[in-house]
């Protein structure tokens, strides 16, 4: 039954999370049309949100379950899938215990599925072994968040104030690419009178709209916060007041950045003194101030380390937790905030709660009606995870990541994947990982089905059902309800979202990401609520008036005591036990790979317009393959005359794991000390066969933006 009028809804991709409207055409497929009323994007889309629809086409998406059969992929009935699967697992839990069973899950899922999946991983199978792909993602800047403000939410204030503040310092953020409507707030804020310091070892379209472009060399954007807070000392720029009242440790974070001599931070970086004090003067003149971040410093073995130092700047200076500055992360993925809140993580339990601590233990565990004794403790990071399978690990379920293409040392993963007992994965194309598996499940998409999303700003939205999905697919909530049927566990996985955020609700109540306020009707009124949104008397406590069938003049909405959600965190204290803000006492050290005489170039990886993550979805639409059609090397001219390497010459990237061959493509937008591969093809210029897995010690998350490599020319390339 199609619907007759346009939906809004949002972008199955980014963290954006750009509203449109989804209006259906007469041969049954859906246009994409402008929805002005959304403030994040006021309508604006870029080319991966316009054609999205592509993807929901059968052409090019999975609609039949398909189960391994003499070596093939071959199509088969549900059941025979779904026993399929039940088997596999039941027979590795059997033969070598919970813990050789492990999910894999990914940011892309809505807040009903990953919070399911928790649940799942915990309840139905009870494996510890459960992480996803956000681990790759913003894992580093939340590990930092949460040290220093007691919370994570990559931005503690929404996009609309970014035009408003003083200067705002981008750190290894290419939105103009990453988040194209996002550039608008960037452009606003030049109108207003405030300037932009990008920091990028490439001249990206973000860098050349920037005041002051900084291109130090990759993986030391630590020693370059400290180079900048030794000279906010230097030159009396501290606001002590604040440092005082509001923060704890300035002390050992003063002196560990002393140690760090503006002429020693030129020689790590390779960003003059000049350029560092120039930075300084742009950060502190204004009375507001900004530094946001993204993947650029985070995806380093020292990311949490990194993005502690650049916190501590917008301490030092008094700007955190003051209107119009502060310190934000530009989460990536279309749920990679709400994605790392509600228990997909390896170490932890819906609400933002740790699953090393006793009362969130008890109070999760009398919401899913199980013994609290019963949950796992804390499992592998992402890609410990993944290195562990075929021995410790036997069998994977894994929903929305393709980490064929996307983990780092991607061979050793590909050979760590092939070598499982059972793989089973839900997607909605045939994956590079998918591929692989023993059964493959066909799954609705954002636009056939309804749930809540958590965008960067942690503004919960709503993701509205706009289309009947075709006969064939089912929803990741089904295959979840069916599974553990078939595993045993009768009750507790509902397959109406609406059902599973209202349980949601209650399991984050009292939580740091607590959106116990938060009903599917608020949502579908208003453009979002920002969490925290704790229930009150009034509000949305029982949630049994939720529907969004019920009438509109909602008791709960009258009177004043619905609580109003929070667009801006930090005002009046921050959410450490004693509302002070912690300095990270860092200090500079090495990337895990030091370029040396066999491997003397820097490898850094990232993404390009018209492409998204591993290409699973966009790789399928025809325009985006049009614009951005394969991998390149990015790299200096002085690099290419060296190997002989003209425009579009086929060149080899070689690193300790491996090689890949991509077309150079030449430019004096990069240091010629770097080049630079974007990470979205499988195959011979698949970057990740390069990328070094060495992880952080807080966050484990993989050093993707650096890594020891050589370039050469590729014999008899034409
Ligand atoms: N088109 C498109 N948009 C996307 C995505 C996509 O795949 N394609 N993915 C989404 C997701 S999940 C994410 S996480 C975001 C990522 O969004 P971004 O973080 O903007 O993307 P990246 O290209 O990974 O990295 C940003 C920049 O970091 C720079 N960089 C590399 N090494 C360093 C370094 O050592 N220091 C510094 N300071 N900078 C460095 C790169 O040159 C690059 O320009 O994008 C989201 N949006
Ligand atoms: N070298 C290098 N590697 C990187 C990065 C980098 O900068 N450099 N960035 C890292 C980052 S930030 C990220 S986020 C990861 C992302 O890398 P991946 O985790 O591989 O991300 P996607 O390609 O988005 O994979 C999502 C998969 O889920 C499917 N899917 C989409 N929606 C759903 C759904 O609702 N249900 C199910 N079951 N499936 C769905 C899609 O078709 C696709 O196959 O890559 C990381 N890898
Ligand atoms: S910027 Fe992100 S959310 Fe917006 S249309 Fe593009 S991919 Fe979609
Ligand atoms: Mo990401």
Redesign the pocket.
């Known amino acids: 039954m199609q619907q007759i009028s346009a939906t809004p809804t949002h972008c199955?991709y980014c963290a954006l999370q750009c509203g449109m409207n989804l209006t259906p055409a007469p041969d049954g497929t859906v246009e994409v049309t402008e929805r002005a009323d959304f403030p994040v994007n006021r309508g604006a889309l870029c080319g991966k949100g316009r054609t999205a629809p592509a993807?929901l086409s059968s052409r090019v998406r999975l609609t039949s379950p398909l189960v391994r059969r003499g070596g093939d992929l071959a199509p088969a009935t549900w059941d025979e899938a779904l026993d399929r699967i039940a088997e596999g697992l039941r027979s590795v839990r059997d033969a070598h215990g919970a813990d050789a069973l492990g999910v894999f899950g990914?940011?892309?899922?809505?807040n009903e599925?990953a919070y399911s999946l928790g649940k799942f991983a915990r309840v139905v199978l009870g494996t510890s072994q459960i992480d996803y792909?956000?681990r790759?993602?913003?894992s580093s800047a939340a590990a930092a968040g949460m040290k220093a403000f007691g919370v994570d939410r990559g931005l503690p204030f929404p996009l609309e104030d970014i035009p408003r503040t003083g200067c705002v310092i981008l750190v290894g953020s290419n939105l103009a690419e990453t988040m194209p409507p996002a550039l608008r707030y960037l452009t606003e804020l030049k109108e207003n009178g405030g300037t932009l310091v990008v920091i990028d070892p490439r001249r990206t379209r973000t860098a050349e709209q920037a005041d002051l472009h900084l291109m130090p060399r990759p993986g030391t954007d630590l020693a370059l916060a400290l180079g900048l807070l030794h000279l906010i000392v230097a030159e009396g720029r501290v606001d002590e007041e604040y440092v005082r009242e509001r923060t704890a440790g300035w002390e050992d974070a003063r002196a560990a950045a002393m140690a760090h001599w503006p002429e020693y931070v030129e020689r790590i970086t390779g960003v003059s003194v000049p350029e560092l004090r120039e930075t300084v003067r742009l950060f502190c003149e204004p009375e507001t101030a900004m530094v946001l971040t993204a993947?650029g410093p985070e995806?380093q073995s020292k990311g949490t380390d990194t993005v502690g130092a650049w916190i501590n700047l917008t301490l030092a200076t008094g700007r955190a937790g003051r209107p119009l500055s502060g310190y934000g992360c530009l989460t990536?993925?279309g749920n990679?905030q709400g994605g790392r809140e509600h228990g997909q993580k390896a170490d932890q339990l819906p609400g933002y709660r740790k699953l090393t601590d006793p009362a969130a233990r008890r109070h999760v565990a009398e919401v899913w009606g199980v013994d609290p004794d019963s949950l796992p403790g804390p499992g592998r990071s992402a890609y410990e995870l993944l290195d562990a399978l075929g021995t410790d690990v036997r069998a994977l379920l894994l929903?929305?990541?393709?980490?064929v293409?996307?983990?780092?040392r991607a061979a050793h993963v590909e050979e760590r994947i092939r070598a499982l007992d059972f793989l089973a994965v839900?997607?909605?194309?045939l994956?590079e990982?998918?591929a692989l598996a023993d059964v493959v499940l066909p799954?609705?998409?954002?636009a056939e089905e309804t749930g809540t999303m958590t965008n960067l700003e942690g503004r919960v939205l709503l993701r509205r059902r706009a289309l009947t999905p075709p006969d064939g697919v089912r929803s990741?909530l089904e295959v979840m309800r069916e599974l553990a049927d078939r595993l045993g566990v009768e009750k507790g996985f509902p397959t109406d979202p609406e059902e599973v955020f209202e349980e949601l609700r209650r399991a984050s109540a009292g939580g740091a990401a607590d959106y116990s306020g938060i009903t599917y009707r608020r949502l579908a009124e208003e453009n979002g609520v920002f969490w925290p949104c704790p229930a009150t008397d009034a509000g949305g406590g029982d949630g049994e008036d939720a529907s969004l069938d019920t009438t509109p003049d909602d008791p709960a909405r009258e009177g004043d005591t619905v609580h109003p959600g929070t667009p801006r965190l930090f005002l009046d204290r921050f959410a450490t036990e004693d509302g002070r803000a912690r300095f990270a006492p860092v200090t500079h050290r090495a990337i895990a790979e030091e370029p040396d005489d066999e491997y003397p170039v820097l490898l850094t990886?990232?993404?390009v317009v018209s492409q998204?993550?591993?290409?699973?979805?966009t790789r399928r639409v025809d325009e985006l393959n049009a614009a951005a059609p394969g991998p390149f090397v990015e790299l200096h001219p002085h690099l290419a005359a060296r190997l002989g390497a003209a425009e579009g010459d086929p060149v080899a990237v070689v690193s300790r794991r491996g090689r890949a061959v991509a077309p150079a493509r030449i430019t004096t937008g990069i240091r010629p000390d770097t080049v630079f591969?974007p990470?979205h093809w499988p195959g011979e210029g698949r970057?990740?066969t390069l990328?070094n897995p060495a992880l952080d010690p807080t966050s484990r998350m993989p050093e993707?933006?650096a890594c020891a490599v050589r370039v050469e020319a590729v014999e008899g390339s034409v």
């Not at 998204?612 to 979805?617: R, T």
């Open positions: 199955p993807v990914g940011g892309g899922l809505t599925k792909n956000g790759f993602c913003m993947r995806q990536g993925q990679g929903m929305a990541s393709n980490p293409v996307s983990a780092p839900c997607d909605v194309v994956s990982t998918a799954v609705t998409q954002w990741d990886t990232g993404r998204y993550q591993s290409g699973a979805q591969m990470f970057a990740n990328t993707f933006k």
